[in-house]
């Protein structure tokens, strides 16, 4: 399985002590971005309000971004990114384990959001060299193994869509 090129788009809001997203740069497992016009087109943006789930049908476009922001500022930056002509994708019910978000469904951060994305994918090793810089890496693949390994079988969006209904 080839690997997939991971960018982000880098809001410059985080505390880059904190910020996951450096974290992988500093391995250079990413390339960052500052600026919307650099964003490879075509590729796929990982958008928590984004209408279609990410499902093994995207397996075959090569980059995927997500977006480093906070939280609060979410909906205010996805729609800029409309424009780019992206593919927006959400991910399925998952549970953050980073300690800031612990146990919650759906609210990953950048490194938790591309190692899912990468599982779903196929590419598992990717995902847990990803996982491997952080010290709670290991336990958001205990926390979602069930699912992942669930989601990374399904078809199409409409399965993934299935497949999370059993779990919430
Ligand atoms: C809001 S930022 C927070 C980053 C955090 N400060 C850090 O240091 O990693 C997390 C990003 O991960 C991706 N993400 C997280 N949860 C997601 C979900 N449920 N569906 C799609 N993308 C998600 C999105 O690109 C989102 O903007």
């Not at 980059?63 to 729609?79: H, K, Q, Y």
């Not at 469904?105 to 959001?113: G, Q, R, Y």
């Not at 992942?148 to 993934?160: F, P, Q, T």
């Not at 299935?162 to 919430?168: K, R, T």
Request: hydrophobic share 40%; proline share 5%.
């Amino acid at each position: 399985m080839k690997d997939f090129r991971l960018h982000i788009y880098h809001a410059r809001q985080c505390d880059p002590k904190k910020c996951t997203g450096k974290r992988l740069k500093k391995f250079d497992l990413v390339r960052l971005h500052e600026k919307i016009h650099s964003l490879p087109k075509g590729s796929i943006l990982l958008d928590p309000m984004a209408e279609k789930s990410l499902s093994p049908a995207d397996s075959k476009i090569s980059d995927m971004i997500v977006l480093d922001c906070s939280w609060n500022t979410v909906e205010e930056i996805f729609p800029k990114l409309l424009r780019r002509k992206l593919q927006h994708r959400a991910l399925p019910y998952l549970l953050a384990s980073n300690p800031v978000n612990f146990g919650k469904p759906f609210k990953l951060n950048s490194a938790e959001a591309f190692a899912a994305a990468l599982y779903i994918l196929g590419n598992k090793d990717q995902a847990e060299k990803i996982l491997s810089k952080f010290r709670w890496g290991h336990t958001f693949l205990e926390l979602n193994r069930e699912p992942l390994e669930d989601y990374s079988k399904a078809n199409n969006s409409e399965d993934i869509i299935q497949i999370q209904n059993e779990y919430i």
